[in-house]
């Protein structure tokens, strides 16, 4: 979501006709009212609550790297998540300070082309609302599934924070309205108040480890080019193939890149097959900046969800 470019079978095609139609009237309609983007498609600021939008733009609404409509897979080019805003779909959240060290819930809703919170998302790897919250530093990552009340408010229960800047991040995609079949990332910074002391991010390598588990990735990647990229999970020297469905897939893949916190995920093209998976997991990549990114791979077995972080490197 620069954002990996993704095949996943969470995404459906929608007619072109249709969807661009719909799509060129909610701009029309929207085209003078006021929110932090413009007719052209913005940027997305991933970051505050009351962010300002970055200079990410998109050539067309709905539209993939093939002209395809309802085919945006949220590819860094067009859609790095940087914005409260896409498409006259927003973010919208009360919340501009969260308290430290403790855990603390997160309210935020999605508005429409109409103003009008939006009730209505498909399910998309199981769930209807993927979150997630960062650090400025790129620490602290947490990847939650919020609850929705009836009246369109979601709230994220967040683990405790550390002091300092974070970016939330809602990735949902509607069921209905213009925006239907369509993939979206939106974002907003929000403070926790405190001592903030920044961690340096860690050197870029092909490998880390995480609950006795050693993960290996292979592939270089150049920014803006799609190219195979290899995840291999071993444990005590010996491939591991046991991982087991986590969301549908054997492994959830999300990157953050280091300055400005533009967002990616990924899921792993190997097909799943109950708990027999790995230990190598293939992913079509890419990643549109260069310079550094932080990975963050989720994967499940016995039961129990590991988290692994690594720092590669795009040139």
Request: aromatic letters at 8%.
């Amino acid at each position: 979501m620069s954002v990996f470019s993704r095949v996943s079978p969470r995404r459906r095609t929608v007619a072109a006709a249709s969807v661009t139609a719909a799509l060129a009237l909610a701009l029309a309609a929207c085209g003078s009212s006021k929110d932090s983007s413009d007719s052209s498609m913005p940027g997305m600021d991933h970051g505050s609550h009351g962010s300002t939008p970055s200079a990410s733009a998109s050539s067309a609404p709905g539209m993939d790297h093939s002209g395809h409509a309802g085919m945006d897979h949220g590819s860094m080019g067009k859609d790095d998540g940087l914005s409260d805003t896409k498409y006259s779909y927003s973010l919208v959240s009360d919340a501009k300070e969260l308290p430290a060290g403790k855990a603390t819930g997160y309210k935020f809703k999605i508005t429409s082309p109409d103003g009008k919170p939006v009730t209505g998302f498909a399910v998309d790897q199981t769930k209807r609302m993927h979150f997630y919250a960062i650090r400025s530093d790129l620490t602290g990552f947490q990847h939650l599934h919020p609850t929705m009340a009836d009246d369109g408010t979601w709230t994220a229960d967040l683990a405790a924070l550390e002091p300092g800047t974070w970016r939330t991040y809602a990735s949902f995609t509607p069921d209905s309205g213009p925006g239907k079949g369509k993939d979206f990332v939106l974002s907003r910074t929000v403070t926790v108040p405190g001592d903030a002391k920044d961690t340096p991010l860690p050197a870029a390598t092909a490998g880390t480890e995480v609950d006795g588990y050693t993960v290996a990735v292979k592939g270089e990647l150049k920014a803006g080019t799609a190219g195979p990229m290899t995840v291999s999970i071993s444990k005590d020297g010996k491939p591991v193939t046991d991982l087991q469905p986590y969301l549908d897939t054997y492994a959830h893949l999300t990157a953050f890149h280091e300055g400005d916190q533009a967002f990616a995920h990924l899921h792993p093209e190997t097909k799943v097959n109950g708990d027999k998976g790995g230990p190598d997991l293939s992913f079509h990549a890419q990643l549109d900046k260069p310079g550094n990114w932080r990975l963050f791979l989720q994967f499940q077995t016995g039961g129990k969800l590991h988290t692994a972080a690594l720092t590669l490197r795009v040139g």
